[in-house]
């Protein structure tokens, strides 16, 4: 199947409260654009030069999600643009999300990274964390960013049981977390699953998907 025949397929399914995000990472303009034509807007990348270089070349109408690790002293370079930063873990990388946010004359919307899967190269808060970072003085003085919601990465495996146990955990935490409403922080969006799992994530309240190799094919790069 195309790439277009595959973003129809996908979202003919998607119930409309989740949005899909279009994981575009080292694949070509071409392929970014068929997915366009046939009306995909959003797209996650995870290395901030190649998105600033696709967001030179591509309609300027897509929201550019980061979905990778972030390097701290990249964050200038997707400020101008970037509509959602899905994995934020710390907060020297908050801090300076909203220092260059407040150049930009801009509001920056983030997801905390929540830690849910057991492998140890997976990053994230542990959920006693994600309470901890709420709750900091710091985050309160921030006016140019908003935490909108959770992110997390399941462990890559095909134990059924697993994935739901890690999905039920992270919905849980977001549950949790929804009363709490302030200025800059009012949970919404729960972006979890991926090509292998988004079925059951979203059975598990996922309101944001993240499709790759489904879209787009396997990838020959990391």
């Known amino acids: 199947m195309s790439i277009s025949e595959n973003i129809l397929k996908i979202k003919s399914k998607l119930p409309e409260s989740v949005a899909l995000v279009a994981v575009s990472k080292t694949k070509p303009i071409s392929d970014l654009l068929e997915a366009y034509n046939v009306g995909q807007r959003i797209f996650g990348e995870n290395k901030i030069q190649e998105m600033v270089s696709k967001y030179n070349e591509m309609p300027k109408d897509i929201a550019w ?38 150049k930009n004359n801009r509001i920056i919307d983030c997801l905390l990274q929540v830690k849910i899967a057991t492998e140890e190269n997976k990053f994230g808060l542990l959920e006693n964390e994600v309470l901890n970072f709420i709750a900091s003085e710091e985050i309160k003085k921030f006016k140019n960013i908003k935490i909108v919601g959770l992110m997390g990465m399941a ?28 200025f800059n922080f009012n949970l919404k969006t729960l972006s979890m699953g991926m090509s292998d799992d988004y079925p059951i994530a979203i059975k598990n309240g996922s309101t944001m998907i993240r499709v790759g190799s489904l879209i787009f094919g396997k990838r020959t790069l990391a």
Do not use: W
């Open 65 to 102: 999600h980061m979905i990778g690790h972030i390097q701290r002293n990249k964050v200038k370079y997707m400020a101008p643009f970037v509509n959602l930063i899905h994995g934020v873990d710390s907060l020297r990388l908050l801090t300076e999300i909203n220092k260059q946010a407040l």
């Open 155 to 182: 462990t890559f495996t095909d134990n059924q049981e697993q994935l739901q146990k890690e999905f039920e955990m992270l919905k849980c935490v977001f549950d949790n977390l929804t009363h709490r409403k302030s």
